[in-house]
């Protein structure tokens, strides 16, 4: 028969080798492990220690038992199928068995489970090597609503119907936190490389390869809460640093100190807002160097200085990258520092050199990379740095090809980036700073707490690819990574002379002043080539064409300048929602049903959205729009940014929507709406 196993906080059940474990981890919540091997594995990947609860009890009853932790119960029945329910007894979530047999009991044809199927919830089929390919399935309930799940190029917010890829590409991130609208959350505990299908017939997780079974669930009455449990979890986002708030001005690339310093003095000529400039990639004489190229850039320690006393930050791109010429490869590759390939040619990664990347997951390697950036940048007095390729961006996505320190990537590959995130996070804490953010392109659960800022990669500068990113960056929040912004335009295929890229970045910065981070990036055409295509047989890069604010023309500049002033009075805002967000986890850029959960509107209105607690926002997301439908939620008055109009809520609006400005709307007598006082008098008088 199969047996229970009650602890005064533990609930396990065994059957032929089989072993559940079920455990308070923290308010509200469970950890469900389960493994056929001897012992449990001790990794606790994205969770935190669990702190002791006080609220668990755990009882068996004639065929089943239970374990209860506040808001939250898990019931194991004699077949081994779990359920989930909330305080009131409301069914969260349920395994899907489909079998004929109860463990060790026989047939049992009451069971409204029993089939020939022989599908089994919780599957580890053993692949050669001793290692497993685990599927877990649950019950679907088809009108569930499912946010999350991170940053995935598709038009969805609700993924319920999707199938979502566990692997991290760029511009995607997998951080497999999911909400659900029935009211829990769950964290799929697991770095390896797999999928994740909310179909409606079951939904499947798969990982392809791995030891065990290990997932998180936590169950609350409204979103916000849910949100604080993961948080409370996995950790929270530090505080950002005020600067962050203001505007990062960026180019792929600027090739020369001089050449980044008259763009910044030339923002400051215009009394333009600007708080941080980027030196993109190949500053560097070679990938894996981690150093400027005194040929360019011949006083770094001049330019960090005189940025500084113009109230700017110099933020600098790192690479993993590291080319075999190079003498960090040499000492990196005896060191095992290095990711290594399964077979073939240890080769990761072939943009301008053969390179190969360095294995975020090993200590020593972290410890290596972050002493070349202390020494050769950090000490100069740049204090933030931009973590390219983060997930790493192989060549070819072969993720049986290669293998971490921690194990093999189809094992451990998701983490990752969030190694990257630690090796910098951890070695700037030592070096004695106090405030950390460091812009990262991907993302896992947990990486919050390393003071990862993740932007959306290098997507395409279309209206499709715009609105992908506003269902991205929901998604992301929901997911428990607050710090998130996009290329502000798209990376690839912009025509700085193009009337229609020129509406886009217009419409793009609008929604970029009322994003976590405005940013202003992408490979702008027409691109310019190297004057050398080689040197020392160094491959060397190509150069996008102007990005600045002024690089449009006067009409579009004005617009952009009035969304930087506008930025800039929005500033004390900002920092409030990113202190609710290092406080409880909260998302700075949220869906509608974070503030509302009690409106209907706000589960299925997915092209508007809360930007913190007060501003509602309406993007436009369509070429040629020039008005739009926003709805206001009902509980409170909101007043028309653009008109200083008062409107009530619960209704629809018809909203103008000239290439001037995107509809928002200030909640009535929130503290923005005096800081924000300028613009409302300014627009009543227009009006």
């Not at 991290?168 to 997998?174: E, F, P, V």
């Not at 999928?195 to 791995?210: G, I, P, Y």
């Amino acid at each position: 028969m199969s047996e229970f196993i009650l602890t005064s906080d533990k609930l396990v059940w065994t059957y032929d080798g089989h072993k559940l474990q079920i455990e308070p981890w923290g308010e509200n919540s469970l950890r469900v492990r389960a493994t056929v091997a001897p012992e449990l594995n001790g990794n606790d990947w994205a969770l935190l220690p669990a702190k002791p609860s006080t609220k668990v009890k755990v009882s068996e009853f004639e065929d089943s038992a239970r374990i209860v932790n506040g808001n939250i119960s898990a019931v194991v029945n004699g077949r081994g199928q779990l359920s989930f329910y909330n305080q009131n007894g409301k069914l969260l979530l349920e395994e899907y068995w489909r079998t004929r047999f109860v463990a060790g009991q026989g047939e049992d044809t009451s069971s409204k489970y029993f089939s020939p199927l022989t599908h089994e919830a919780r599957e580890l089929k053993p692949i050669q090597g001793g290692k497993f390919e685990l599927r877990a399935r649950f019950e679907s309930q088809p009108d569930e609503r499912i946010y999350g799940l991170g940053q995935y190029q598709q038009p969805f917010l609700n993924v319920k119907g999707c199938t979502m890829e566990l692997a991290q590409r760029n511009s995607q991130a997998s951080v497999p936190f999911m909400m659900s609208s029935l009211g829990y959350g769950m964290l799929w505990n697991n770095p390896a490389i797999g999928e994740v299908s909310f179909a409606n017939n079951v939904t499947t997780w798969m990982a392809r390869v791995t030891e065990q079974l290990d997932y998180w669930i936590t169950a609350a009455d409204t979103p916000a809460e849910i949100s604080q449990q993961y948080a409370a979890a996995t950790g929270a986002a530090p505080m950002l640093p005020d600067y962050a708030a203001g505007f990062w001005q960026c180019k792929l690339r600027y090739r020369t100190q001089d050449e980044l310093m008259e763009v910044a003095r030339e923002y400051k000529r215009r009394s333009l807002p600007i708080s941080v400039i980027v030196a993109d990639f190949f500053h560097w004489p070679n990938q894996g160097d981690w150093c400027f190229d005194t040929r360019e850039w011949p006083d770094p320690k001049a330019m960090i200085d005189e940025l500084k006393e113009m109230g700017i930050e110099l933020m600098v791109s790192i690479w993993p990258t590291v080319d075999n010429r190079t003498e960090n490869y040499k000492i990196m590759k005896e060191k095992g520092y290095l990711v290594k390939a399964e077979r073939g040619v240890p080769v990761t990664m072939t943009f301008l050199g053969n390179t190969t990347f360095f294995d975020a997951t090993h200590p020593g390697a972290r410890k290596y990379v972050w002493e070349q950036a202390k020494k050769n940048y950090h000490d100069l007095g740049i204090k933030i740095f931009w973590l390219d390729e983060a997930e790493p961006e192989y060549s070819v996505y072969d993720f049986e090809n290669y293998r971490y320190h921690l194990g093999p990537v189809l094992e451990v590959g998701n983490i990752y980036p969030r190694g990257y995130a630690q090796a910098f996070y951890e070695g700037m804490e030592e070096a004695g700073q106090t405030e950390i953010v460091n812009l990262l392109r991907c993302a896992w659960a947990g990486s919050q707490r390393y003071g990862a800022l993740v932007w959306s990669g290098d997507i395409n500068s279309t209206f499709g690819a715009l609105r992908n990113q506003l269902m991205a960056g929901l998604n992301m929040g929901i997911a428990g990574i607050p710090w998130w912004t996009t290329d502000i335009g798209g990376f690839d295929g912009g025509d700085i002379n193009d009337p229609a890229f020129q509406e886009l970045l217009i419409r793009w910065f609008q929604w970029g002043v009322f994003c976590p981070v405005t940013r202003l990036h992408g490979f702008r055409q027409p691109m310019e080539e190297p004057a050398e295509t080689y040197r020392d047989g160094i491959a060397q890069c190509m150069t996008g064409a102007a990005n600045e604010i002024w690089s449009y023309g006067e009409d579009n500049y004005a617009i952009m300048k009035s969304c930087l002033e506008l930025r800039e009075r929005l500033r004390p805002y900002v920092m409030r929602v990113m202190k609710a967000a290092h406080d409880t986890g909260a998302p700075v850029m949220r869906p509608l049903f974070f503030d509302f959960p009690d409106q209907a509107e706000a589960w299925q209105i997915e092209d508007q959205y809360m930007f913190g607690p007060d501003i509602l926002v309406a993007p436009v997301l369509e070429a040629g729009q020039r008005s739009r439908k926003v709805w206001l939620p009902e509980g409170c008055a909101w007043i028309d940014l653009n008109t200083g109009a008062r409107q009530n809520g619960g209704q629809w609006c018809d909203c103008d929507a000239p290439l001037e400005a995107i509809p928002v709307f200030i909640r009535e007598a929130a503290a923005v709406q005096a800081e924000l006082s300028i613009a409302l008098e300014h627009h009543h008088h227009h009006h």
